[in-house]
């Protein structure tokens, strides 16, 4: 029996299995399929086209085609590696590639349609090893300490709350008042290190990964929506023994943190708020960001691609001032950590900025009591300085601040940023001017 016969009935063998397990449904594979935010048919599709190429293998008249088919089926592995972390030194994907090449090769050698089957494997096959190489960053260890400036060192935790595991770094006298900060898309609690640095000397100040980003656990299977992590936040709160404090968001956070003031308690427990990059009493201005999109299987595609975090901050429209390539990698690096790109497209599924904005309308302002700074970038190309111009009206506890700079404007300007936060906290401490 010859090598190619002995690897085409291998070959079959493998596709056609895995091709029953996906039309007869397995629950771990419906479960990996929504994972990767693929549609169920999907599922049904890839195991009759499995099925097809396994058939097509056991006979030599068709074994071209049934190698070609088989290279077709495992572009799609291909694809899958690249959305999951779950085939990380993992030598199946690629060995199904060499050996639907080697196939193709022995079936009909020397055409011209063969070179091209051949170079689309070939290259499948090097996309395939530069995705299996990759490794996710590994995590942090609680009470892990890390200096981020000259003079601050955070440490890092973990902490349960109501089941998921959530990371956060902590800096300053754990006796001075507490700021509680929440990052956004597509951040970490390293996005606010120079903040972190400058309020740590007056202030104790807890920064989280708001889930399902950097350490915090990706809870793949539970509740992403915002109203949701605002209880765990205020579980994680209370387990960590954080009572009064000032709140600073940014971004996707600031819907987190919008959502915590209503949870019970919280409203008097927030002695001011730094309220960044959020729409407010307004529709989002144009252009919006593509939620629909990122919550998709694309959304996963995107979030996996190296460059993606590198573009975002220094290419970008809603960057306008330079970052610093060391910076940049940082976040990253951050983004980086296992099933990120699996998780993050699951709270985009959860909400709309019609509901965001139909919440604040019906009930959210109305817990804005506390002194309220809303923070933006003036050159954010998709939140306009003349959506914020009725704030105070609507907040009587709330001004408008401006920086001179884009979405990302801790990251952009940073000491301008640190000194606003302050500023604005010092005048709202309660803690202090009533002791």
């Known amino acids: ?161 109501l089941g998921v595991r959530y990371h956060y770094v902590s800096a300053g006298d754990k006796q001075n008042p507490a700021v509680v900060m929440i990052h956004g898309f597509p951040e970490s609690w390293y996005c606010f290190y120079p903040q972190i640095a400058a309020l740590s000397e007056k202030y104790h100040v807890i920064a989280l990964d708001l889930k399902p980003y950097g350490q915090t656990a990706k809870d793949l299977d539970g509740n992403h929506s915002f109203a949701h992590i605002a209880e765990e936040i205020k579980a994680l709160l209370d387990q960590i023994g954080v009572r009064k404090f000032h709140l600073i968001s940014h971004d996707r956070g600031t819907i987190a943190a919008d959502n915590l003031l209503t949870k019970t308690g919280m409203q008097a427990r927030v002695m001011s708020y730094i309220r960044m990059q959020q729409s407010f009493n307004e529709p989002h201005g144009k252009p919006e960001p593509p939620h629909k999109l990122m919550g998709s299987f694309w959304g996963t595609l995107v979030f996996r691609m190296r460059f993606s975090m590198w573009w975002v901050y220094t290419k970008s429209a809603y960057t306008k001032l330079a970052i610093s390539k060391q910076v940049v990698k940082r976040i990253e690096k951050e983004f980086k950590f296992k099933h990120t790109a699996l998780a993050v497209p699951l709270s985009f599924k959860t909400t709309s900025f019609a509901k965001e904005l139909k919440d604040r309308q019906e009930f959210i302002f109305e817990y804005m009591t506390m002194p309220t700074l809303i923070l933006q970038g003036r050159f954010d190309p998709g939140q306009h300085p003349e959506e914020y111009a009725q704030a105070h009206s609507i907040i009587p506890n709330a001004q408008v601040k401006f920086v001179e700079a884009g979405h990302f404007f801790h990251v952009e300007a940073p000491a301008e940023t640190s000194k606003i936060f302050i500023e604005f906290i010092g005048q709202n401490d309660l803690e202090r001017l009533t002791a």
């Open 1 to 161: 029996m010859s090598i190619t016969t002995i690897l085409s009935i291998l070959l079959a063998l493998i596709f056609f299995v895995a091709g029953v397990a996906k039309v007869f449904g397995m629950d771990s594979l419906k479960k990996e399929f929504k994972h990767w935010n693929l549609p169920p048919w999907m599922m049904y599709l890839t195991g009759v086209l499995e099925i097809l190429a396994g058939v097509m293998l056991c006979f030599s008249s068709t074994l071209y085609f049934g190698a070609i088919l088989g290279s077709f089926v495992m572009l799609g592995a291909t694809v899958m590696l690249w959305v999951s972390d779950k085939n990380q030194r993992s030598l199946l994907p690629l060995s199904l590639l060499l050996v639907c090449g080697f196939l193709i090769w022995q079936s009909v050698p020397g055409t011209g349609l063969t070179w091209m089957v051949l170079g689309l494997v070939g290259s499948l096959l090097l996309i395939s090893f530069l995705l299996w190489y990759y490794r996710p960053t590994p995590l942090n260890q609680h009470g892990d300490t890390e200096k981020i400036t000259e003079n601050c060192t955070v440490t890092h935790g973990f902490q349960e709350a």
